[in-house]
C-alpha cells in the first residue's frame, strides 16, 4: 500500500505536469526549430505568435455562445440542431470538452494570415536581400516587440481565463474516495488534452514531412537551398507552407498552454527561454529533438527540484523516515537546470542531442 | 478718510493675490508606478488616487498663492530597478518634478532612493513599497511610506493564523525585496509564536510551470500554505497548481494577492481561505468611496494610500511654504500626525487653508495616516475571509 501511496505522489506531482508542459515546451519547440531548419532564423517572436493565436482563439471562444444564440433564434429548424450537435460535447453546450478547441482553426487561420502577412512586408525583404541570419534574428525581435504590443492592445495585459467543460478527468479527492489510498491523482482535462493533441499534431506533422510531396520539398530546401531550388522547388511556396505549419503549431501549443495553465500575454513571453533551451538541447533544425528536449527540459526542471521526502517516507521503514526534506535543490535553482543541461549539451554535443544545424 | 483708507487697503491686499496668482507655481510631482509588469492591474488606480488629490488641491488654488499641481506619471515597472531608476533620474533632472509620489514594489523603490532620491534631495512618499528593509535604509530623511512595513503584517498574519488553530503552514514566496521581506518576517514573528514553517520556498514570477515549486511545498506540508506572491503574477500560478494536484485545499494571501482578481479566478475553490491587508476602518473608506465617485475602482489595493501618499506631499510643500524639497522633508511628520486639526479625505483645501493660517493639522486622510519611526505607516490591516466564493471582511487588526 505504501509503494503505490509513494508511486502515486510521485505520478500526481512530478510524473503527470512535467508531462503535460513537457508536450507544450515541445510545440513551441517544434516551431521554432522549422523555422530554424527551413527559414535559417531563430525566431524571437515564436512565444509572442503563441499568444497572439491563443488570443484569436479566446475571442472566437467567447463568441461562439452569440452565435450559437444567434443560430436558434434565426433558423430554428435546420441549421440549429446541426449546431447543437456539433457544440453537444464542448463546455458551451455543458460538455466535458473547452469550447476552445472548437475556436481553435479559426485561430490557427487568423495566425497564419498574420504570419504570411509579416513574412511579406518584413522577412521577404530580407530574404532577398540575402541578409546574414544574424540580421534576421534582430529582425524578429522586432516583431517580437510589434506582436507584444498587439496583443496588449487587443486584449490587454491581464490574464484570461477561457477554460470551460470538465476541468477534471480525475480529481485528487474523486481519486482518493475511488482507490482509498492517502495521496490523491489529480489529471486534468487540459493535462489530457494537451497529451493528446501534441501526439496527434506530432503524428500528423512527421507524416507531412516524410510523406507528402510537399514536405519532401521542405525537407530538401531545409538541406540544401541552391540544390533544391535548381531542382525546381518552388521557395517561395516553400517559405508559406512552413509559416502556415508554424502558425498551427504555435497556436495549438498556445491554446493548450492557456488552457492547462492561464492566458497573460507577459508569460507567454518568458516562455521563449525554455521554449529556446528545449530546442536547442534537442538540436536546432530537427523535429525529433524538439520533442525529446522539450521533455527533457520538462523533466529536469521538476524532478531535480522535487522533495522527495514524502515519497521517501512511504518507502522507508519509519526509523530511517528523513527528517529534512530530501531536496536536491531549491526550486530557486530550478531554471539553472535547463541552463546547465544547455551548457552541457552545448559543450559536449555542440548540435544538440540529434544533431541538428550548427548555423 | 477712513473709508478711503479701507478701501485702499482692500485694493492693495486684491492686488496683492493677483500678484501672487500671476506668479503662482507650477508644481510637478512624478508618480512612479509600475504600469508594465508584476502589478500592471492595481497601478493605474493607484496613480488615479494620487492625481485626484492633485487635482483636488490644484482646483481649491489655495496651495501657496494658488499653485498648479502637475503629476508627470513613469513607469517602475516593479522588478526592474535599472529601468526605474533611469525613469526617475528622467522625471528630475528632465521634467524636474519637486517630489515624487512612489514608488511601488519595495525593490524598485529602494533603488530609486539610492540612486536618485538622495543624490538630488528629492522626497519621495511609496504608498506600497512594504519591505521591512526600507525602515533601516540611509534616507536623509527624504523617505516616507504610507502603507506599513511587512515586519507589522508577519504579526498580524501570525495572529490571525495562529486565533484560527493553525500551527504548521509552509510558505511560498515571490522571489523579490517584497515577498523575501514578508516571508522572513512572518516566518520570525510565527516562530516565536509557537508555530512551524514547514518549507519557505521562493517562486518566481511569470513563469511558464509551477510544477516544481507545488512538488516541494506538498512534500514539505502543512495545514495552509501561505503565498506571498502577486495575484497578476507567480501567486495565481502556484494556487492554480496546488489546488490543481490536490496540495492544499486553503490558504493563507498576504496583501499582494487580495484582489477582486482573485476571487475572479479561484470562486469557491478558495472557501475557508483567509488573508490580509492594510486597509483603513470602513468609515474612512466608505468616505473616500464617495470622494471618488466612481471615477475609478478607490477599494483597490493601496489606491487610498497613493491618494495619502501625494496629499501629504502638497501639505508639506503649504506648511514650508516652499515646494524645495530640502525645505518641505521635515514637515511631513508635522502634518501627518497630531497635533492639529483632523483632516479627511476630500478636506484638503481646509488643510491647506489652516496651514496657510500658520495653524497645525493632523492629517488622517483616506487611510488614517499616523506615520512612525523613520517615517511609515502604522497600519491596520483588515481581515479577509472567503465564504462561498465571496470574500468577506473577517476582522480588523
Known amino acids: 500500500m505504501d509503494v503505490l501511496n509513494a508511486l502515486v505522489a510521485f505520478a500526481n506531482f512530478v510524473l503527470v505536469p512535467a508531462t503535460a508542459y513537457g508536450a507544450q515546451l515541445a510545440l513551441g519547440a517544434l516551431g521554432v526549430t522549422l523555422i530554424y531548419g527551413i527559414l535559417r532564423f531563430s525566431n524571437f517572436a515564436h512565444g509572442d505568435t503563441m499568444a497572439f493565436g491563443a488570443m484569436v482563439t479566446i475571442l472566437v471562444t467567447w463568441s461562439i455562445p452569440l452565435v450559437f444564440a444567434w443560430l436558434q433564434f434565426n433558423f430554428p429548424t435546420l441549421l440549429f440542431p446541426i449546431a447543437d450537435w456539433v457544440l453537444s460535447p464542448f463546455g458551451v453546450a455543458g460538455g466535458p470538452l473547452p469550447t476552445a478547441l472548437l475556436a481553435l482553426p479559426v485561430g490557427i487561420l487568423v495566425t497564419a494570415l498574420l504570419l504570411l502577412g509579416t513574412d511579406r512586408v518584413i522577412y521577404g525583404f530580407y530574404r532577398q536581400q540575402r541578409a546574414k541570419p544574424v540580421v534576421l534574428v534582430i529582425v524578429s525581435m522586432g516583431v517580437m516587440f510589434m506582436m507584444n504590443g498587439l496583443v496588449r492592445f487587443v486584449i490587454g495585459p491581464d490574464d484570461q481565463r477561457f477554460a470551460d467543460g470538465a476541468r477534471f478527468i480525475v480529481s485528487a479527492r474523486e481519486f482518493k474516495a475511488m482507490t482509498g489510498l492517502r495521496e490523491g491523482l489529480a489529471f486534468k482535462t487540459s493535462q489530457g488534452i494537451t497529451i493528446v493533441t501534441a501526439v496527434i499534431v506530432v503524428a500528423a506533422l512527421f507524416w507531412f514531412l516524410n510523406r507528402t510531396r510537399t514536405g519532401k520539398s521542405m525537407r530538401a530546401y531545409s538541406d540544401n537551398e541552391d540544390l533544391a531550388l535548381l531542382s525546381g522547388i518552388n521557395p517561395e511556396r516553400v517559405v508559406a507552407i512552413t509559416w502556415i505549419i508554424v502558425a498551427a503549431l504555435a497556436t495549438v501549443a498556445g491554446v493548450l498552454y492557456g488552457l492547462d495553465k492561464s492566458f497573460k500575454p507577459f508569460t507567454y ?91 | 478718510m477712513k473709508h478711503l483708507l479701507l478701501g485702499s487697503a482692500a485694493l492693495i491686499s486684491l492686488a496683492g493675490a493677483a500678484m501672487a496668482g500671476s506668479h503662482s507655481e507650477d508644481i510637478k510631482i512624478g508618480v512612479i508606478l509600475g504600469y508594465t509588469g508584476p502589478i500592471e492591474s492595481l497601478t493605474p488606480q493607484m496613480a488615479d488616487g494620487a492625481e485626484l488629490a492633485m487635482k483636488e488641491v490644484t482646483d481649491s488654488g489655495k496651495l501657496m498663492g494658488g499653485a498648479k499641481v502637475t503629476p508627470v506619471r513613469a513607469d517602475s515597472t ?80 501570525t495572529e490571525v493564523l495562529m486565533e484560527a488553530g493553525i500551527n504548521e503552514v509552509a510558505v511560498t514566496y515571490t522571489n523579490n525585496d517584497y515577498g523575501k521581506g514578508l516571508a522572513d518576517s512572518f516566518q520570525a514573528a510565527f516562530e516565536a509564536a509557537g508555530g512551524s514553517v514547514t518549507i519557505s520556498a521562493a517562486h518566481e514570477d511569470g513563469k511558464a510551470d509551477y510544477s516544481a515549486e507545488v512538488g516541494a511545498l506538498a512534500s514539505a506540508g502543512g495545514d495552509r500554505l501561505v503565498v506571498a506572491g502577486y495575484v497578476d503574477q507567480g501567486g495565481s500560478g502556484i494556487v492554480r497548481a496546488a489546488l490543481d494536484s490536490g496540495a492544499f485545499d486553503t490558504f493563507h494571501f498576504p496583501d499582494g494577492m487580495i484582489s477582486d482578481k482573485l476571487v475572479e479566478n479561484f470562486g469557491s475553490e478558495i472557501d475557508g481561505s483567509s488573508g490580509q491587508h492594510p486597509s483603513p476602518s470602513d468609515e474612512l473608506a466608505t468616505r473616500f468611496t464617495d470622494l471618488v465617485g466612481g471615477a475609478f475602482d478607490a477599494t483597490s489595493p493601496f489606491v487610498p494610500e497613493s491618494y495619502d501618499a501625494a496629499a501629504l506631499i502638497m501639505l508639506a510643500m503649504q506648511a514650508a511654504g516652499s515646494s524645495d524639497s530640502a525645505d518641505f522633508a521635515g514637515k511631513i511628520m508635522d502634518v501627518a500626525n497630531a497635533p492639529g486639526e483632523p483632516i479627511q479625505s476630500g478636506e484638503l483645501a481646509k488643510a491647506l487653508e489652516i496651514l496657510a493660517d500658520g495653524g497645525d493639522i493632523d492629517y488622517v486622510g483616506a487611510t488614517g495616516v499616523e506615520l512612525i519611526g523613520p517615517g511609515e505607516a502604522a497600519g491596520t490591516y483588515r481581515v479577509v475571509g472567503f465564504e462561498n466564493g465571496e470574500e468577506v471582511t473577517a476582522g480588523r487588526k
Do not use: H
Open chain 2, 78 to 157: 516593479c522588478v526592474d530597478a535599472g529601468a526605474a531608476t533611469a525613469a526617475a533620474e528622467r522625471l528630475v533632472t528632465a521634467d524636474g518634478v519637486k517630489a515624487i509620489m512612489g514608488a511601488d514594489c519595495s525593490g524598485v523603490t529602494g533603488a530609486i532612493l539610492q540612486n536618485v532620491a538622495r543624490p538630488n534631495g528629492i522626497v519621495m512618499i511609496s504608498p506600497s513599497a512594504t519591505s521591512p528593509a526600507l525602515s533601516t535604509a540611509e534616507d536623509d530623511g527624504l523617505f516616507f511610506r504610507t502603507s506599513p512595513s511587512d515586519a507589522r503584517q508577519g504579526v498580524v498574519m
Open chain 1, 269 to 359: 513571453f518568458q516562455l521563449l527561454l525554455p521554449i529556446f533551451a528545449s530546442a536547442i538541447v534537442g538540436g536546432l533544425g530537427s523535429p525529433v529533438g524538439a520533442i525529446v528536449g522539450g521533455f527533457v527540459i520538462a523533466f529536469s526542471e521538476v524532478t531535480v527540484t522535487y522533495a522527495w521526502k514524502k515519497v521517501l517516507g512511504y518507502l522507508m521503514p519509519e526509523a530511517l523516515e528523513p527528517s529534512g526534506l530530501v531536496q536536491l535543490l531549491s526550486t530557486d535553482y530550478k531554471f539553472a537546470v535547463s541552463f546547465v543541461i544547455l551548457v552541457i549539451v552545448l559543450l559536449f554535443r555542440p548540435t544538440g542531442i540529434f544533431a541538428g544545424k550548427t548555423g
